[in-house]
């Protein structure tokens, strides 16, 4: 088990990506705190089964755009695990629409959530790990952060935000042995993809050289990557998980 005696927060991780990164943290030995924003049942079976299986975790109710939510999270977590390893900023939502369409709100909801948060548990999460003089933070952004998307202005706005976060915190916080990641999946088969209309997911489909969505538990076997010792030397990278759509 590579994460042994470290101690994880993950994002939203009641259901879909941030769900499977909660399990495969646990099963590499990591203790992990259960976040979630309404889905109270479903983030309480995601720790049973974590403590089933013979793991540590514990939930707790944040919204992460809230910046005392995240921070009593983040205490909470502390408190349970004596410390912060590792911080996986996977918390998302969409609210999609053409620009001349999109209220204010909508704009403010998904900024909030995917990016704010993220900035908002740095803030939290990052002092322990300065402290300890060791840290691995992983941003789950999306491939539309890098290439754009038609209708999603705040979603890809949110998404390329946190590539430009995952940079500058790489920088700013290197010299503590703090490794900063962002990962951009491409269509990955949760609630927020199956929930399209089926042309939509037909036409993304097309644009997949692998042709098949990727799993949540694709993404999450990059995250063990990434928070283990093995990856001690990426900082500062994006690494796409798309089958394809994406090449560089
Ligand atoms: P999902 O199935 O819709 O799950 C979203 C999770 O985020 C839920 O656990 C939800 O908790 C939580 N959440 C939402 N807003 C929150 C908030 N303000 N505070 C705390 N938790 C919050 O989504 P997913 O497909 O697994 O996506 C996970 C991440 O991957 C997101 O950042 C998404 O943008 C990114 N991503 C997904 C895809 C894809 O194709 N699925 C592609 C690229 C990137 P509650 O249910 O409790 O509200």
Redesign the pocket.
């Known amino acids: 088990m590579v994460l042994n005696g470290k101690a994880a927060i993950v994002?939203?991780?009641?259901?879909?990506?941030?769900?499977?990164i909660a399990f495969a943290l646990a099963k590499e030995g990591a203790a992990v705190l259960v976040?979630?924003?309404?889905?109270?049942d479903?983030?309480g079976e995601v720790s049973e089964a974590i403590q089933g299986a013979g793991g540590r975790a514990l939930v707790y109710?944040?919204?992460?755009?809230?910046p005392a939510?995240a921070e009593s999270m983040v205490k909470a977590a502390q408190a349970e695990f004596g410390k912060v390893d590792i911080l996986v900023?996977?918390?998302?939502?969409?609210r999609d629409n053409l620009i001349f369409r999109m209220k204010d709100e909508d704009w403010d909801a998904v900024i909030?959530?995917?990016l704010k948060?993220a900035f908002n548990c740095i803030k939290f999460a990052g002092r322990s790990m300065f402290r300890n003089h060791f840290g691995r933070i992983i941003n789950?952004?999306?491939?539309?952060g890098i290439t754009g998307n038609s209708g999603q202005a705040n979603?890809s706005a949110?998404?390329a935000g946190l590539i430009g976060l995952t940079r500058a915190m790489a920088k700013e916080l290197g010299s503590r042995n703090i490794t900063v990641n962002a990962i951009?999946?491409?269509?990955?088969?949760?609630?927020?993809?199956r929930l399209l209309p089926e042309n939509v997911r037909e036409n993304m489909l097309a644009q997949v050289p692998l042709k098949r969505?990727?799993s949540?538990e694709e993404?999450a076997g990059l995250v063990v990557y990434l928070a283990s010792e093995a990856a001690g030397y990426i900082t500062g990278q994006t690494i796409n998980i798309d089958g394809g759509i994406v090449c560089m």
């Open positions: 994002t939203g991780s009641s259901r879909g990506i941030g769900r499977a976040n979630y924003n309404s889905g109270a479903a983030a109710k944040a919204n992460v755009a809230d939510e900023n996977n918390a998302g939502i969409t909030g959530a995917n948060g789950i952004s999306s491939v539309v979603y949110a998404k951009a999946p491409g269509v990955i088969d949760t609630d927020m993809t969505f990727g949540p993404v």
